[in-house]
């Protein structure tokens, strides 16, 4: 569960000296994101190398949590953000981004369904397009478009990011590829 430890503005926020902990601003309240298990971090990991193979470096820029001004008061970091190369030409490098990116990748691991959701409608308020929630327990990825159109992309199928960019296209079952031989390599109770 996440800890509150005080309201300030993203401002202050931006201020803080860094730390080796992974803090947010949600509406002006610094949380600190819990400890993901390693489930979660060798997900986000395969992700990062599927997506760095299957992105134009020319035209979109992959991150890994960083950190994304979301409104004066909310500070989101997603596990990975997909940016076009053009829109990242204004961010000042002195502060937060400024906006959410094209492309915000959750890897869930111990967030609530509301938290998910909330979470998503903060993206799409700020900008972002498409909201990639990933699964690794139940292997599905959920696509929703700011639309509020939403797909649930299972291990047979080839996750796609639709009109938000047309040639990206990994398998599902390539994202969990690694979780499954682990698993099957040193198997445990669920």
């Known amino acids: 569960m996440a800890t509150a430890l005080a309201q300030i503005t993203v401002e202050e926020f931006e201020r803080l000296p860094e730390s080796d902990r992974h803090y947010e601003l949600v509406d002006g309240v610094i949380v600190e994101k819990e400890m993901a298990r390693a489930e979660h971090e060798i997900v986000k990991a395969t992700m990062n190398r599927l997506l760095v193979k299957a992105l134009d470096a020319d035209r979109y ?49 111990s967030e609530s369904a509301a ?9 799409f308020r700020a900008g972002t397009k498409l909201v990639w929630i990933v699964y690794p327990r139940t292997r599905f990825v959920v696509a929703q478009w700011s639309d509020h159109h939403a797909v649930e992309f299972g291990l047979e199928d080839a996750l796609h990011a639709g009109d938000v960019i047309p040639d990206l296209k990994i398998t599902v079952a390539s994202i969990f590829a690694r979780l499954v031989k682990m698993e099957a390599a040193h198997p445990t109770p669920r």
């Not at 960083?66 to 002195?94: F, G, K, Y």
């Not at 938290?115 to 993206?123: G, H, K, N």
């Open 61 to 109: 820029e992959l991150m890994l949590e960083a950190r994304h001004n979301l409104s004066p008061i909310t500070v989101r970091q997603p596990d990975l953000a997909i940016w076009r190369c053009e829109d990242l030409e204004t961010v000042d490098l002195n502060r937060t981004l400024g906006k959410g990116p094209l492309v915000a990748i959750e890897v869930v691991s």
């Open 115 to 123: 938290d998910l959701q909330y979470r998503t409608v903060q993206y």
